[in-house]
């Protein structure tokens, strides 16, 4: 979203998800994501769950 300088708004919008759930991922704030969410973030920004996601081990 940064790099494309888009609003939470515009995603949430977009996408049909919810601002909170759009707002959680960026802040990297969500402790669980529906995969509907993950497929329908995937095809907006053309992209592959690599892309969306890195694991920390913690």
Request: one cysteine or more.
């Amino acid at each position: 979203m940064g790099e494309r300088k888009l609003k939470v708004t515009d995603v949430a919008r977009d996408t049909g998800l919810h601002r909170n759930t759009i707002t959680l991922l960026y802040k990297e704030t969500a402790t669980r994501v529906d995969l509907e969410a993950i497929d329908k973030l995937c095809d907006y920004f053309n992209c592959d769950v690599k892309d969306l996601f890195e694991r920390i081990e913690g």
